[in-house]
């Protein structure tokens, strides 16, 4: 296994995170060598900025967190958040369309969000707290059909986070043809590993400090 802090997106997602917290995230990431930061998309800038002399990449969030807005506003989310200097993006399904069975939907805006960003990363997330078994798979498979280089298990911000039985089910699909992130009440090393040992590449959370520690 590699280096914890390797698999770390140390995150700050919250309404309420002023620029004087994204500094303090990016000050952590640094002296901790976390593989990224995630923040929201005003933050980007302020991030790059911070994060100019280390290797630790930015991650953005976009149509976060109901994954309901329209994919024309999604896909101009993702351009300027590259623009602005995101390295990855995390993007959140629209969860309505993939419970009434609109998959080519669900598809295409993957797909599309995709192409706008080039070859830059793409974790999709598919909210596995909303969803029953077979949705989770549906959304997986409709993931990697669209080119996304990974499938995440939540938004940190529906009903539920990340459990292990939704990883085992998700690396049953995915295999090795898409990674898997795990986001969502991760707050431990115990269960830090024990995800990556269930097929995890990489782990978003607020505790990475104290996951490494």
């Known amino acids: 296994m590699e280096k914890l802090n390797n698999y770390i997106d140390h995150t700050l997602l919250k309404a309420d995170a002023t620029g004087r917290d994204i500094k303090n995230l990016c000050e952590e990431a640094k002296s901790h060598s976390f593989y990224a930061v995630c923040v929201n998309g005003c933050h980007i800038d302020l991030a790059k900025k911070e994060l100019q002399d280390s290797t630790v990449k930015i991650a953005s969030v976009i149509g976060f967190p109901l994954g309901a807005m329209s994919t024309a506003s999604k896909v101009a989310e993702a351009e300027q958040a590259v623009k602005d200097g995101a390295d990855e993006i995390d993007m959140v399904i ?69 459990s292990l039985e939704d990883v085992v089910l998700m690396k049953e699909v995915v295999g090795d043809q898409v990674k898997i992130k795990a986001s969502g009440g991760i707050r431990d090393r115990e269960t830090a590993e024990k995800y990556i040992k269930s097929g995890v590449s990489r782990i978003g959370t607020s505790s990475g400090i104290k996951i490494v520690s």
């Not at 419970?99 to 939907?105: A, N, P, R, S, V």
């Open 94 to 162: 629209n969860i309505g369309w993939l419970k009434q069975g609109d998959f080519q939907k669900v598809e295409e805006e993957i797909a599309a969000i995709k192409k706008e960003i080039g070859d830059r990363i793409l974790k999709v997330i598919i909210e596995t707290c909303y969803l029953e078994e077979d949705e989770k798979r549906e959304a997986c498979r409709l993931a990697m059909k669209a080119g996304a280089d990974y499938v995440k298990t939540s938004t940190g911000f529906g009903t539920g986070g990340a």
